[in-house]
């Protein structure tokens, strides 16, 4: 565009005053319009992607979900009315075992109807994430890591240390077995597992290989998981029409 | 230099306060907003940290567009 500036500052000069919209949305957004719903829409959409932060904040440039944002937000589809069901997707490397834990129970304990879906990857705390809500889904070509649970940052070189490990690591295995059809047995076989990744025990689950085990229930993409939602929604509202009887 | 350690590298290479410090959230009509300032002392959308999938469809508000807001919005 530079090599005719002639013909460019022709071009230009009658929206000068006017700074071109279409312009700058290509420029800032890569786009030139955005597609409009009609209706308010009675599904929210929970994204959990990057790193999940726990205590410590992470640097700006890393991705992050914080666990100060969702929280208030899923406070507040539980309170509001007009919300029906929430849709979770997932695209996570893991994180914080104490914050991931904290989002999973917040969402296993939401009494509107939920379904996940693990696009890209659902590493680490992303399992216990993915298996809270009431339906689960995974993308084919979507990975989930199960791999022990461990400390980075110094630690204190004491037998207590293992012990409170040992036991946070109890903490994940439990919520998962409960909230999902894997054994307990099957999923430490995965979490123990040699051989499968590099330098590291545990393994990577792939798509269907996830449902095969129990830990997700279905495999599929945003369709699918909108209308397992849907049909959830209508179970749960014929239920509480009649408890009103 | 190749350092081998198995400190996280925030521990050894601690991260500038002004770079926490750039990224702010606002409330934006209601929506949370992450935004980032820059040096026309414009707000920078970053992300949009609502569930409501109608407000990631708000045009004025996509990320990349820069906003000319107030400081009073800041919470």
């Given amino acids: 565009m530079t090599d005719n500036p002639e013909r460019n500052n022709a071009e230009e000069q009658p929206k000068e005053d006017k700074p071109s919209t279409l312009m700058e949305k290509i420029q800032q957004l890569g786009q030139t319009n955005v597609p409009q719903m009609t209706q308010d829409s009675k599904i929210h959409c929970l994204t959990i992607v990057g790193q999940i932060e726990g205590h410590l904040q992470l640097p700006p440039q890393n991705k992050t979900t914080k666990y100060e944002h969702l929280i208030p937000q899923i406070v507040a589809i539980e309170q509001n009315p007009k919300i029906e069901g929430v849709l979770v997707i997932l695209n996570t490397v893991g994180g914080d075992v104490e914050a991931g834990l904290a989002i999973s129970e917040m969402l296993a304990s939401l009494s509107k109807p939920t379904v996940s879906l693990v696009l890209g990857g659902g590493h680490s705390i992303g399992v216990p994430i993915a298996v809270s809500c009431d339906y689960s889904f995974i993308a084919e070509t979507a990975t989930m890591t199960i791999h022990p649970i461990r400390l980075t940052g110094l630690v204190i070189g004491v037998p207590q240390t293992f012990e409170y490990l040992d036991k946070m690591q109890e903490r994940v295995v439990n919520f998962v077995t409960k909230h999902s059809q894997i054994s307990e047995e099957e999923f430490k076989d995965l979490m123990f597992a040699k051989g499968n990744l590099t330098r590291d025990i545990g393994t990577n689950v792939i798509g269907i290989d996830a449902v095969k085990s129990g830990l997700i229930d279905g495999v599929g993409g945003v369709g699918e998981a909108m209308t397992k939602l849907n049909e959830l929604i209508d179970l749960h509202k014929e239920k509480n029409e009649g408890l009103v009887q | ?75």
């Fill in chain 2, 1 to 75: 230099m190749i350092m081998y350690t198995m400190m996280p590298e925030e521990l050894i290479f601690p991260i500038q306060q002004d770079t926490y410090e750039k990224q702010q959230i606002i409330q934006y009509n209601g929506i949370p907003l992450l935004v980032e300032k820059n040096e026309l002392h414009q707000y920078e959308v970053i992300r949009i940290l609502s569930t409501d999938p109608n407000h990631y469809l708000h045009a004025p508000i996509q990320p990349g567009t820069k906003l000319n807001v107030n400081e009073s919005l800041f919470s």
